[in-house]
């Protein structure tokens, strides 16, 4: 089995490129792989955001990109908790309307892609809200800390 892991800024088109040619040549490898996504985000973020922002209203319009951030991962790890296939596919649909089509981050725009996902819509909201999904993106962010640190050639 090979494991691949892809840590990378899910507000970025490069990454954005990155995980169709991942999706793609996973499916086309003979051998077993298990593709893992893993959108980097600081702890600074994750603190100022983590109690206000686990629930999502119809009508947020959410404009600040450290917020779009936070949202974006969370409910990618919201989408997760439902199958990581559905989960990548979420993601990669949700960052190509953000970043391709330059649509606002609203709960709308969420649940047009839950439905192209096949998500419920009532298990995403209760994994949203669920302290797990943050604590799911604290264990990515520590494991792309170590994982990066140990092959991460340092300069001198």
Request: proline share 2%; glycine share 2%.
């Amino acid at each position: 089995m090979i494991d691949i892991y892809h840590f990378s800024n899910p507000l970025s088109t490069h990454c954005l490129t990155t995980e169709h040619y991942l999706t793609n040549i996973t499916s086309d490898i003979a051998e077993r792989t298990h593709l893992h996504f893993v959108p980097l985000i600081n702890t600074t973020i994750i603190q100022k955001f983590k109690n206000h922002t686990l629930s999502l209203s119809m009508n947020d319009c959410i404009s600040d990109t450290s917020e779009i951030l936070f949202n974006v991962i969370l409910d990618f790890k919201a989408a997760q908790l439902e199958g990581n296939k559905k989960a990548r596919y979420f993601l990669i649909q949700l960052q190509h309307e953000l970043l391709i089509n330059q649509k606002h981050y609203t709960a709308s725009l969420v649940n047009q892609i839950l439905d192209k996902s096949g998500i419920n819509h009532a298990d995403f909201l209760t994994n949203r809200a669920n302290e797990e999904a943050i604590s799911a993106i604290i264990k990515d962010q520590k494991c792309a800390e170590k994982i990066m640190k140990k092959n991460v050639p340092l300069l001198h």
